[in-house]
């Protein structure tokens, strides 16, 4: 296990948690900084668990690992993702995003009378 400073870990940092045991021992999961002890951390761990009593679980005085040891936190990975593309609903035909008003943006006049007109039309 390599011990690394906690330098740019603070409470609310998220990290990856690496399991110790049991059937899922050594995979990854989701963990929120709530205590910084030292060189250990105090750790909510999100469970991927139906029951709703084990949705979380705490551990304490977690120490860093480049190797990703059980029972140690790291840096979660960064994942390549594809390009989004838009789906043709979502755009204005030549392929630029329209956002919807929940995305920031309210609906001009023209925008709202368009609608009203496409809802008589209907009706």
Do not use: C
């Not at 995979?27 to 205590?35: D, F």
């Not at 679980?57 to 390549?80: F, K, L, M």
């Amino acid at each position: 296990m390599t011990t690394s400073p906690n330098k740019g870990v603070q409470v609310g940092s998220l990290t990856h948690y690496v399991l110790p045991d049991g059937p899922r021992q050594g995979e990854h999961r989701p963990a929120i900084v709530v205590r910084v002890v030292g060189d250990g951390l105090n750790l909510h761990i999100f469970n991927d668990n139906a029951d709703a009593s084990r949705f979380m679980g705490w551990d304490t005085n977690v120490h860093y690992s480049d190797e990703h040891a059980p029972r140690t936190w790291h840096w979660p990975e960064r994942e390549e993702s594809p390009a989004a593309v838009p789906d043709q609903e979502d755009t204005d035909g030549q392929g630029t995003r329209m956002q919807s008003p929940s995305e920031g943006q309210v609906p001009s006049e023209g925008q709202r009378q368009s609608k009203r007109e496409r809802g008589k039309a209907h009706s």
